[in-house]
């Protein structure tokens, strides 16, 4: 019996290892095209910088520091 649970935890500990293996490679792979992506969207940026200098949207300023201080510290 004691045998039988070794050979189970040996199976459950190489199964273990080959889904962690496969994990790892798919986390690469999703890494890699991620990667050639720019952090910022400046082409969206852009996009808002000229409807705000146009007047068709407006800036909250008290909105924009109170999310910034909820994003930044967890607390307005």
């Known amino acids: 019996m004691l045998h039988n649970n070794q050979q189970q935890?040996?199976?459950t500990v190489a199964s273990d290892n080959t889904s962690t293996s496969i994990d790892s490679q798919l986390l690469a792979q999703a890494k890699q095209p991620l990667s050639a992506l720019p952090d910022v969207d400046m082409a969206k940026v852009e996009q808002i910088k000229a409807a705000l200098n146009r007047g068709e949207i407006s800036l909250d300023v008290d909105a924009l520091s109170s999310?910034?201080?909820?994003?930044?510290?967890?607390h307005e």
Do not use: N, S, V
């Not at 910034?68 to 967890?74: A, D, E, N, P, V």
């Open 9 to 11: 935890k040996k199976k």
């Open 67 to 74: 999310a910034i201080l909820q994003f930044h510290t967890g």
